[in-house]
Each structure stands twice: as C-alpha cells, then as structure tokens.
C-alpha cells in the first residue's frame, strides 16, 4: 500500500500559497518529499524524521504528524519555479518495505 | 561517478523479447531502489537493496521481473517476455546507508515494447 495524496491537482497564481497533504495507513518512521519537473527525474526536498519535525527548502516547508501518520506540504509565495509533480514517500517502521511514493500531486504555477 | 547513472537511456523492444536495465549508483551508496513510471503516472515501487540483499521483492508486477545487484554497486533489472503493458520509463535511485537519507534518482530507461 502506498501512501495517499491530496489534492490530486492544482493551479495557483504565482504568489498564492498551497498545501499538500500526505496520509499513511502504516505506523511511519520517516516522511520524504520529492519535487519531479517534466522530463526529468525526481528531485529531493526534504525529509521528515521525527514526529512534530517541520523542515524547510527555500519557501517550502512540511511538518510530519506522527500520532496522525501525516504529512503536508507548505508552498508559500509560490513561484513560477515550484511547478511540476510532488511526491510524498514513506519508510514505514521497519524500513524493510523501502521508499514508497504516493500518486503525486501536480502543481501548475500561472503568471 | 557524480551521480546516478542508468543504461540504456532508451530501449525499444519486440514484444517476447527479454531486456536488461543497468543502474550504477552513487559510489558508496549502500541503498538502492528501481521504480517503474508510466506516462504521467506515479512512482510505482518495484524493489528496493540494502547492499547485495532485497529485503522486500513483493513490488516486482509479475515473475517476468528480476532484479540482482552484485558488489554492493550494479544492480541491473530484467524483464523476461516483455509485453507492451511493461512500456514505461524504468527509474533507479540511491542513498546512503538507509532508506531515511536523501535518495539520488537516475534519468531512467524509457522501455518502450512494440
């Protein structure tokens, strides 16, 4: 089971902020976020270790729930550069299962 | 190497025929994951290796799928008899150490099966 993501979608003006959640069904021990523009690969955000952790790249922050098993992504001030397709991925408690992803989110950042 | 480096880039293939996608990580990198990514789709989880070792093999889609790494390094993904569904970019990444670090992704293998 992979972790699930809302909203599936969405489209801000540049400048308007955006949240982006992440729910788990597993007892978690990390939380990652990946931001993939098109054509390319993946590329790393932040990781969350700790229940209560909030981190922060640039203008993008995310905090990590533990007792909840969740996730959310801030994106402040958006900026045409933020666009492209997020993921949130989980290492459950454990960490035999690896990293796994959710569906991802599409952002699209209009001027 | 500087990073995460996948071969081939592309691959186009006959329906039936077995293919071998290579993935070299980053020196030093102990984990290792392959993922597969069809059109506009999410990161499907295929397999992941701590070292020469798959503690979890239950993402591979079907037994046409295997997966080896070998020295800690070279892992490379086979797909034996492939079928037109198998058509997707083919992803591989890295970290060190663990699963909870900074993972490193390849540009990938678009496997397109006519």
């Known amino acids: 089971q992979q972790p699930v993501q809302s909203p599936q979608a969405v489209i801000l003006r540049e400048g308007e902020d955006a949240v982006i959640n992440c729910s788990s069904s597993k007892a978690l021990y990390s939380v990652h976020w990946y931001r993939q523009k098109h054509g390319e690969a993946p590329v790393f955000l932040m990781i969350l270790l700790k229940g209560g952790e909030q981190m922060r790249h640039e203008k993008i922050s995310a905090s990590f729930n533990e007792k909840k098993q969740q996730s959310s992504l801030y994106l402040t001030a958006s900026q045409l550069s933020y666009s492209g397709t997020y993921f949130c991925g989980e290492v459950p408690i454990g960490g035999a299962d690896g990293l796994t992803f959710g569906k991802g989110t599409h952002l699209i950042i209009q001027p | 190497g500087a990073g995460v480096s996948q071969s081939p880039s592309n691959k186009v293939t006959e329906k039936g025929k077995d293919v071998e996608l290579r993935c070299d990580p980053i020196s030093g990198h102990t984990a290792l994951y392959w993922y597969r990514q069809s059109l506009g789709q999410g990161l499907e989880f295929l397999i992941y290796?701590?070292?020469?070792?798959?503690?979890?093999k239950s993402g591979l889609p079907s037994d046409r799928f295997s997966a080896e790494r070998t020295g800690g390094s070279v892992s490379t993904l086979t797909i034996q008899r492939t079928q037109q569904e198998d058509s997707a970019v083919y992803l591989c990444?890295?970290?060190?150490?663990?699963?909870?670090?900074?993972?490193?992704f390849g540009q990938g293998t678009r496997l397109t099966v006519v």
């Open positions: 990444a890295s970290s060190q150490m663990t699963v909870n670090t900074e993972a490193f």
């Open positions: 290796f701590q070292g020469n070792s798959a503690p979890d």
